[in-house]
């Protein structure tokens, strides 16, 4: 699996959410709605996720495991810091 594009969105209210992400992988399949979230140990990834009826939010789309998250996150968080410093 090759992610071959991510494209940031960055988020201009304030808060924990700094920017909106889509990743397209081998070029034939998108997920969009990746969250990139300030959080107290630095930033991190959010798969996109709904509300459940019984409030709790389940992730829609999601790595089956750990090596694989963290290759998203990486790919993920290095694009948005690119992003982030080309803006100023």
């Known amino acids: 699996m090759q992610i071959t594009d991510v494209r940031v969105r ?3 209210k304030e808060g924990k959410m ?3 992400v ?3 992988i081998d070029e034939e399949f998108v997920v969009h709605d990746i969250k990139v979230i300030e959080g107290e140990k630095g930033l991190f990834i959010a798969m996109p996720s709904r509300k459940a009826a019984d409030g709790e939010y389940r992730d829609i789309a999601h790595p089956i495991n750990s090596d694989t ?3 998203i996150q990486r790919l993920i968080l290095d694009r948005y810091r690119e992003t982030m410093e ?3």
Do not use: C, M, Q
């Open 22 to 24: 889509s990743i397209t």
């Open 18 to 20: 700094k920017a909106v």
């Open 10 to 12: 960055k988020v201009e």
């Open 69 to 71: 998250r963290e290759k």
């Open 86 to 88: 080309a803006e100023e």
